[in-house]
T-cell receptor, first 113, second 113 residues
Framework: AQSVTQPDIHITVSEGASLELRCNYS??????LFWYVQSPGQGLQLLLK??????LVQGIKGFEAEFKRSQSSFNLRKPSVHWSDAAEYFC???????????FGTGTSLTVIP | EAQVTQNPRYLITVTGKKLTVTCSQN?????MSWYRQDPGLGLRQIYY???????DKGDVPEGYKVSRKEKRNFPLILESPSPNQTSLYFC????????????FGPGTRLTVT
């Protein structure tokens, strides 16, 4: 069965520092991978997605993620974090068969001045 | 404006009192889905629908019903709510299939006492 693991429940970074949020997935075929962000009290917004092709994908708000098949990972990165990036981040995988969608448990990001 | 709407946004009810949470999208999407979000568990898929009159169970369907009589609407029905269904609920839609980018509604916070 498909699954998504986000090993870091909570991360604190200083404003201006770099950020990496980890995501590992379990899926038998080439996955469809996503990162979503949820600001406090809000719905989910798509940051970026990977379907195929270039394994480094760029998203909105200066985020990027790299798909590494050998490590079953899809880590999210940002070179310089802004205070407005404080939110909950969810990695997700979609199945190209069965049409189900799986989310990780999320990583809560705190940004300190 | 392209969007997914949910109503109500907040609901407090009592055990056993049937309720319906509505979901509507104006993007002519074929795929719609319901999720519940609980602390530490991320989002879990309840039901999804590939098209009109086509629905299927997600990971946590117990205690919920859905219907898809029109392409734009996908209501979630709790026929006999229980306190363990207290949660934040999200509706989402995509053009086709759970492996494509999903657009999320703003969420419905349900409390069952």
């Amino acid at each position: 069965a498909q699954s998504v693991t986000q090993p870091d429940i909570h991360i604190t970074v200083s404003e201006g520092a770099s950020l990496e949020l980890r995501c590992n997935y379990s899926y038998g075929a080439t996955p469809y991978l996503f990162w979503y962000v949820q600001s406090p009290g809000q719905g989910l917004q798509l940051l970026l997605k990977y379907f195929s092709g270039d394994t480094l994908v760029q998203g909105i708000k200066g985020f990027e993620a790299e798909f590494k098949r050998s490590q079953s990972s899809f880590n999210l990165r940002k070179p310089s974090v802004h205070w407005s990036d404080a939110a909950e981040y969810f990695c997700a995988v979609g199945a190209n068969t069965g049409n189900q969608f799986y989310f990780g448990t999320g990583t809560s990001l705190t940004v300190i001045p | 404006e392209a969007q997914v709407t949910q109503n109500p946004r907040y609901l407090i009810t009592v055990t056993g009192k049937k309720l319906t949470v509505t979901c509507s999208q104006n993007m002519n999407h074929e795929y719609m889905s319901w999720y519940r979000q609980d602390p530490g568990l991320g989002l879990r898929q309840i039901y999804y629908s590939m098209n009109v009159e086509v629905t299927d169970k997600g990971d946590v369907p117990e205690g919920y019903k859905v219907s898809r009589k029109e392409k734009r609407n996908f209501p979630l029905i709790l026929e006999s709510p229980s306190p363990n269904q207290t949660s934040l609920y999200f509706c989402a839609s995509s053009f086709t299939g759970g492996h494509r980018e999903q657009y999320f509604g703003p969420g419905t916070r349900l409390t069952v006492t």
